[in-house]
């Protein structure tokens, strides 16, 4: 028996983990108590990936369809690797050699990718060597908004100042969820206790939130509750406030920041009293929270996703910074600050400095980070002209993720050839030409690479792989490099003794470190110093005057939509609903719903939530059928009353609606249904800024079913 140091790639934390290993099989999964960094906190979910690594409902061979293309259930039969992987490349190859060259092939990543750190490579490389610009991923229906934004302020899209919550005396905390989630583009060891200790200390925090989250409490900060989509008005007006009061801090501006006249223009237009209504924020509270801001020693911000899937996101990630900026919070111990760990975290990014801007199959568009708009995946593949006609999904389950269901399961349909590499099957591999066997988090070796520039304590951490694959599963690099290899492109397969983590160790040799004495250290990890706020900020900026632009050019169209959306907001129903999302502790995103954990009676329903009173106002009881629908779908689920809820504001968790998804057999016994139906797809469905996707606030009508 022996014990192997390792850590969940789940979620953003990648919590280290302790497991007990015999041979080679797993006995136990279990926390890392003397973590130098985590001290043993982790989760559930990665508590239950021994459970995912022994379902029986795994992908364990490689898989050939053998009915029609849009017939459903799939049916498949086994096929060896070889077999697979030689159709595959002679399809692909066919598809390059006509009209759209590469185009013609297109590239999903799923969330789970960005936790493998050398397949998220391979995968980015193999586009590249086709030379294919169709890629797409989970990134424009998360944060793309704040890639967008990172770039214009700052000049690169992989900077973003995490509060330093262990210094600060203010935390605002817009569109998240800690304690359920753990955050995101910033990456804490058990964040709601991070949270609590601010509190403990005689801090501030608030959490400004349709829904009264299980993040806020009496002892880890107050709820303020706001109407959906309309966060970019609050920022604005106390951006005023402070504008009109304390001032912007001049000196700041002169020494880091450009255009800071144009920030200001543009926030005269918001007092507060002027979007109190709006907002569902009274002024009153609006210039309270905007002076204890300013006034505080030091104050700290975050967003999340509740305001990237707005339609504005960009532009409330921008003055989530400027109030951060010019109070003389960014760059400060306890505002919001850089960290290096492997590097400076935009190094590793990939600005070429080019044109971004190219006409696509459905308008000109720019990728950000490195994703075109997911929404508009099945656009592509309708194209008139150079059409998508391959579609290779890496880990991702787009069919349940991207906004717009029923339109993206047509266009899969139409495809000559889609290949899905997961560990389950899903809804989006029910329509897939081959379903490859990837491996578990416990079957792959990796480094925290994903980490760099978001923990506030740096550290390095490598795994070796826990157990080896099982059955005929294969990692994910060695089946892209394989592709690549019997497509006749050059691969990682062409020598001898290939490493995948050559030139991972290459990357983070910038810190003095390498794999191989990262395997020596105790817990296979390295404890990194935490870099001094201010230095690390001016250095990281990527700008060409090496400045903060407060106002970008590029915004001007963006800053008159919002005018534009403030009088459509103002003149909307007040006795409307408007639809979020609600993540619970059970899932993640679509997957895990096939674990025992996930079938609880609590875990496998799929409400509509609402609050009481607008239940009442429809004469709706509780556990009745309710159908939700909008401009842009229906669905019917049953209502269940929620007094966290704002009026005016209903809920639902995403990723649910697995009734033709056989393979999975315990999720499709209780399968919920999309929340995604409801939401806008195609042009017109993201921010032209940033490509993501409007997902929160969305109106809909419910009633009886
Ligand atoms: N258990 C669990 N953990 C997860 C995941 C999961 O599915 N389950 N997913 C992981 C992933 S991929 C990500 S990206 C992170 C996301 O982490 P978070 O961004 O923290 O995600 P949520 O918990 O959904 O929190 C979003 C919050 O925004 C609120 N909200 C909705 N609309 C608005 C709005 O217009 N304004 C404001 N101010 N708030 C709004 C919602 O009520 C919700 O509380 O979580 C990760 N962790
Ligand atoms: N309405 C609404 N929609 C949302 C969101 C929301 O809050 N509300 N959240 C959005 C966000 S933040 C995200 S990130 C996206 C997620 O969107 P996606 O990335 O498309 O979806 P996931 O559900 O994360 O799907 C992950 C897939 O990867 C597989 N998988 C898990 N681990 C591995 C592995 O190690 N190897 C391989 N090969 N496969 C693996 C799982 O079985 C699953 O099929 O969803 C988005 N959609
Ligand atoms: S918080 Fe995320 S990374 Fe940590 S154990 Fe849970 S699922 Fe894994
Ligand atoms: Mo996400």
Redesign the pocket.
Known sequence: MKSVHTFCRI??PLCPMIADVDGDKLVALRPNREHPVYQGFCCN?GLAMDEVHRDPDRLNVPLKRINAKGELPARFEPVSWDEAIDDIARRLNTIRAGDAGGDGIAFYRG?PLSFNSVGVRALAAFAGKLGSRMCFG?TTQ??SNKMAASEAMFGHQMLHPIPDLEHTDYFLN?????K?????LFHTPHPHERIREVVRRGGTVVH????H?ESATPATGDHLP?R????VYLLAAMLNEIHRNAGFREDVLAAHAINAEGLAQFVQHYPASRVAEVTGVPASQIETMAREFSQARAASVY????????RQGTIAYWLLMMLSLVTGNLGRRGGNFVTEGFGPPAKLGIDSGADPWFDSGAGRLRHIAGCLPGTLLPDMIGAKAKPVKALIVVSGNPVLSIPGEERLRVALDTLDLLVAIDIYPSATTEHADYVLPGVDMLERRDINLVNNGFQPQPFAQYTAAVVPPAAERREEWRTIAAIEKAMGLPSLLDEAEPDPFDEVDTLIQAAGLSIGALREMPHNTCVMPVPEPADTFVRSLKTNARKIDCCPRTFEPALERTHAIFTELKAEDAGGLKL??????????SWLSNVKAAARPAAIRNPLWMHPDDAAARGLNEGVSVRVHNAFGSLVADLEFDGTLMRGVV?MTH?RGNDRTPGLRIASRSPGVNVNRLLPAGPGSFEDLSNQAFM??VPVDVERA
Do not use: Q, W, Y
């Not at 959906?228 to 966060?231: A, G, I, S």
């Open positions: 979620c953003e979910k969330n989970p998360d944060c817009f569109g998240s969820n800690p359920v989630s753990k955050l995101s400004v939130n349709p829904r989250v706001i959906p989509d309309t966060d967003m999340s996703t509740g305001v990237n899937m707005g979020i999302s609600r993540r619970t502790i059970h899932m993640h995103n809920a990723g929160t606030g």
